[in-house]
């Protein structure tokens, strides 16, 4: 019997408007776990090479893990894969939120979409079912207006609804995808890829109960875990405030990107601490499917300027940098403000951020003037000027339609491609974490499959204290030396490549990296006994592991066949510079060349060739990838 699956992939042919349910067995689960699993094994064998992002032929994935809906904290993710239209390679996106849990309960562990319909549509899905409906009546409206469209319309409150919004349908590059309004797949253009292809939404409601080995296992750990987590200071502190106390925190190690990441710290971070938040913001503590952590901000502001919809929540620290500290705007409720926009349009605030960012510094540089922004006059620090950004770009309105295409094709277009404040990796914009505080992250970044991504694998700061709960747990990955967080050294790359694999061990499966060890509060070992509970399977880390590893390795294939590259590895000219604030600032942190040979050794060690990238035949061999091998061959 099938446990913590249904063994069911709907496979979604929009151009045709057919649908058909395709079985997979245990072997595949075991293989892939599911998720970014299960997305890349089908982007490798359907998606042509070469194809542009855009075309039919792309896919979009959206799929869950054999953890997603389990009765315990943080098990709620799923993840939307294909060909990034913002960066062209192998990309992912996870979200937390009810629509993963939802979408199994209805019958199913994944959708696949090919092709394109002719019009807007929407996928309806609920107890072992699907349906192609139309949805041109709902197209533009606001992500909130189509969430209670779609429930009015088949009759439920509970309906879960996935959609891109209007940023997705105007093709915007870094358009996201949104659950519950206030959950995100919020990287690589994922909405742009579902508005391509003229899919608007998913709704989903389920009534059917996921099977699980050992219900009462879960039950109990989850009873305990929600009694405890808040023992746990990494639980205590989410609880208490969620992401938003990072601005004082990295601000307080010179870490905090302000201007662009030309400066690090704030000489004042009150406008933008926790507790100002709590005090001006907050008004409950929300949070996913089944998770007592409650980390998400529900928040009110009734303000004549700035007042906000509360139902699309409140930003997180991502959003308070882009679009408030790295825009020298320190105004909370202007923030808010521009958070609400964002995920009523569903952009990026990331990449929107990060765009204007780069838009104003180079109207400060006169690479770009006035006549090229419809008359407007670029600069830090003005956030009326970053609101009505936000709009013009969701629209595609006047220069708006210019920020849309991203940072990396604006720096190209304007003559600045190889510009050291160019901040974009693999065509993706940098998350708000400064490297030159966290080498490790920034390794990341560079590594990625699908450009720069703050949560590619666990930060730096969480192993420099051998006491620290953090570092405890993760011993039985074999890393047993704390290391210094802004030292590039072999025990760095080593334990950096095995934390690769437990992140993508957690996206595959389902599971909020909040949730467990390293990050949160719950151990590695208690972790492998859900999952156990959860599967029947008698499995452990390594097996694990070595599944998230297999997903690597395919999204490494893709991006081999694509034309990529370790040249393309690599981090903007602007954090080689010396560490402009707090802590050794004026310091070069590392240089180029040392992490370059940080780059050659992570792939030595993780079975790739150190200058193609390519995944050498023994490490597929070892992964039971041939089939691989053979595309790649061929290619």
């Known amino acids: 019997?099938?446990?913590?699956?249904?063994?069911?992939?709907?496979?979604?042919?929009?151009?045709?408007?057919?649908?058909?349910?395709?079985?997979?067995?245990?072997?595949?689960?075991?293989?892939?776990?599911?998720?970014?699993?299960?997305?890349?094994?089908?982007?490798?064998?359907?998606?042509?090479?070469?194809?542009?992002?855009?075309?039919?032929?792309?896919?979009?994935?959206?799929?869950?893990?054999?953890?997603?809906?389990?009765?315990?904290?943080?098990?709620?993710?799923?993840?939307?894969?294909?060909?990034?239209?913002?960066?062209?390679?192998?990309?992912?996106?996870?979200?937390?939120?009810?629509?993963?849990?939802?979408?199994?309960?209805?019958?199913?562990?994944?959708?696949?979409?090919?092709?394109?319909?002719?019009?807007?549509?929407?996928?309806?899905?609920?107890?072992?079912?699907?349906?192609?409906?139309?949805?041109?009546?709902?197209?533009?409206?606001?992500?909130?207006?189509?969430?209670?469209?779609?429930?009015?319309?088949?009759?439920?409150?509970?309906?879960?609804?996935?959609?891109?919004?209007?940023?997705?349908?105007?093709?915007?590059?870094?358009?996201?995808?949104?659950?519950?309004?206030?959950?995100?797949?919020?990287?690589?253009?994922?909405?742009?890829?579902?508005?391509?292809?003229n899919l608007r939404a998913i709704a989903a409601l389920g009534s059917r109960k996921i099977p699980f080995a050992d219900p009462e296992f879960l039950r109990k750990t989850a009873v305990d875990y929600a009694r405890t987590f808040k023992d746990n200071p990494l639980g205590k502190g989410l609880y208490h405030y969620g992401t938003t106390i990072f601005c004082e925190l990295l601000s307080a190690g010179g870490g905090l990107p302000v201007n662009n990441f030309r400066q690090s710290k704030l000489d004042d971070t009150t406008p933008v601490s926790g507790d100002t938040y709590n005090q001006v913001l907050l008004k409950k503590r929300t949070g996913c499917y089944a998770c007592p952590i409650q980390c998400k901000r529900g928040i009110a502001l009734d303000d004549p300027k700035y007042g906000v919809d509360s139902r699309y929540g409140g930003p997180e620290y991502e959003t308070m940098a882009a679009l408030g500290t790295n825009l020298n705007i320190l105004n909370l409720k202007a923030i808010a403000k521009g958070n609400e926009i964002c995920n009523r349009y569903c952009l990026d605030t990331i990449s929107m951020g990060m765009t204007i960012a780069f838009a104003c510094e180079c109207f400060e540089r006169n690479i770009i003037t006035r006549a090229d922004t419809d008359g407007l006059e670029l600069r830090f620090g003005d956030a009326d000027l970053m609101l009505r950004l936000l709009e013009m770009t969701a629209r595609r309105e006047g220069f708006g339609d210019l920020l849309a295409e991203g940072m990396n094709r604006l720096a190209v277009r304007w003559g600045v491609g190889d510009a050291g404040f160019n901040l974009s990796v693999k065509g993706q914009e940098l998350p708000m974490h400064d490297p030159r505080v966290k080498v490790g992250v920034g390794l990341g970044y560079a590594v990625s499959s699908y450009g720069a991504d703050h949560m590619y694998a666990a930060h730096d700061t969480m192993f420099t204290d051998a006491a620290s709960f953090s570092f405890q747990s993760t011993l039985p990955l074999g890393i047993y030396r704390p290391m210094h967080p802004t030292k590039i050294t072999s025990d760095k790359v080593r334990s950096y490549a095995k934390l690769d694999s437990l992140w993508k061990m957690m996206d595959a499966l389902g599971l909020c990296v909040f949730g467990f060890a390293p990050r949160g509060a719950m151990s590695l070992e208690t972790l492998v006994q859900c999952i156990r509970a959860a599967t029947g399977w008698n499995t452990g880390l390594y097996e694990l592991m070595q599944a998230a590893e297999r997903g690597s390795l395919l999204a490494r294939a893709f991006n081999f066949r694509e034309g990529f590259s370790v040249k393309d590895d690599r981090l903007p000219r602007r954090l080689f510079e010396p560490k402009p604030g707090g802590p050794e600032a004026g310091k070069q942190m590392f240089t180029p060349e040392d992490f370059t040979e940080a780059i050659r050794l992570f792939y030595e060690i993780i079975g790739c060739d150190p200058e193609s990238g390519r995944p050498r035949r023994g490490k597929l061999m070892e992964m039971d990838l041939e089939w691989v091998d053979k595309v790649l061959t061929v290619s």
């Open 1 to 197: 019997m099938a446990w913590g699956y249904t063994g069911k992939i709907l496979q979604v042919d929009l151009t045709n408007r057919k649908i058909a349910v395709e079985e997979r067995d245990d072997v595949f689960y075991r293989s892939h776990l599911g998720g970014r699993g299960i997305g890349y094994h089908e982007l490798l064998k359907r998606v042509p090479a070469g194809i542009d992002p855009f075309s039919e032929e792309n896919l979009l994935v959206f799929a869950t893990g054999v953890m997603t809906g389990a009765p315990i904290a943080a098990s709620n993710r799923f993840s939307v894969i294909g060909k990034s239209p913002l960066t062209g390679a192998a990309g992912e996106s996870e979200a937390a939120g009810f629509f993963g849990p939802e979408l199994k309960m209805a019958g199913f562990d994944a959708v696949v979409f090919s092709g394109k319909a002719e019009m807007p549509v929407y996928l309806w899905v609920t107890e072992g079912k699907a349906e192609i409906r139309d949805a041109s009546h709902i197209a533009v409206l606001g992500a909130r207006e189509v969430e209670d469209a779609l429930r009015e319309e088949n009759g439920s409150p509970k309906i879960r609804v996935a959609q891109t919004g209007l940023a997705g349908m105007n093709l915007v590059r870094f358009a996201n995808i949104t659950n519950n309004l206030t959950n995100f797949n919020g990287r690589n253009g994922f909405g742009a890829l579902m508005g391509s292809k």
